[in-house]
């Protein structure tokens, strides 16, 4: 974090940038990839940290007339580290009146710069569903109950959360990302755990639809005869920009011919960035 005083002091902008790297390995073959194998700067972080130093460079060359609060924020990606930074850093030390940052992103052309006022990125809760029962053999699998099958019951019958119980016009994902269960193939497994992510705009879609994922998983753990642990937690807050800066930005953006800019739509990727803006 970097504080860099202005000639006036009267106001305070904050830049906020993420700084993850993810364990993945780095294949573009390019000079500035990553040096350490199963490790990267993916998701666009190296970017985001380029222009970070850049517009600290300007600052520090070109003296604004406002307190400047460059952010450099770990733990993006998973915790949420903008909370614990905000919270016990920010907050007490430092009086920020607005607060930027940028998500790059392979779905636009390079060189277009986009935004909206309000609801930009959605917000996010991480899911976990764990059907479990005494194990057995796969030759006698009437000897006991088979969390497979609960977990492929649950799996299917939760998409019907967003087809059948969600405003077409409402914009949500679910999304299950793994499932583990079992040790042998001969074997009827003590357990199968999903684990997935629910993307959602508004908090009354968030509190219906978490409480629809509950009572699928308890319907099929009942219907098979399995027992079932659910935990549902809230990650990232929606990215809601304000009105009136997000308004003045792209007013100015738009009176420019030597930027690219458009309006974007919501999208369901989240970051945490959303929790400063709260």
């Not at 990232?236 to 800066?245: C, T």
Request: with cysteine.
């Amino acid at each position: 974090m970097v504080y860099i005083p202005g000639t006036e002091g009267k106001k305070a902008i904050g830049w906020r940038t993420d700084i993850d790297g993810l364990p993945t390995n780095e294949e573009a073959g390019l000079p500035f990839a990553s040096k350490h194998k199963g490790a990267m700067h993916a998701c666009g972080h190296d970017i985001h940290m380029t222009v970070a130093l850049g517009l600290l460079e300007y600052v520090l060359q070109n003296k604004q007339k406002n307190n400047i609060l460059i952010l450099f924020q770990p733990a993006e990606e998973g915790p949420g580290g903008e909370r614990e930074m905000y919270d016990n850093v920010i907050e007490p030390k430092y009086k920020v009146n607005e607060f930027y940052a940028l998500h790059d992103s392979p779905e636009w052309e390079p060189g277009i710069i986009t935004t909206k006022v309000g609801e930009l990125f959605a917000g996010i809760a991480a899911v976990k569903v764990d059907f479990i029962d005494t194990p057995g053999h796969g030759a006698m699998p009437h000897m006991t109950r088979d969390p497979l099958i609960a977990a492929a019951s649950f799996l299917l019958e939760v998409q019907t959360l967003i087809s059948r119980n969600l405003n077409p016009f409402d914009a949500e994902v679910l999304t299950f990302g793994t499932i583990n269960g079992g040790t042998a193939a001969n074997s009827v497994a003590k357990s199968c755990e999903l684990t997935g992510t629910l993307r959602i705009g508004s908090k009354e879609s968030l509190e219906f639809s978490k409480k629809r994922i509950l009572d699928i998983a308890q319907g099929v753990a009942k219907a098979i005869d399995v027992k079932v642990n659910v935990e549902i937690y809230d990650a990232y807050s929606p990215v809601i920009n304000s009105p009136e800066i997000t308004n003045k930005f792209m007013n100015w953006m738009k009176s420019r011919t030597d930027f690219k800019f458009q309006e974007a739509p919501i999208t369901m990727t989240s970051e945490d960035f959303g929790y400063i803006l709260k």
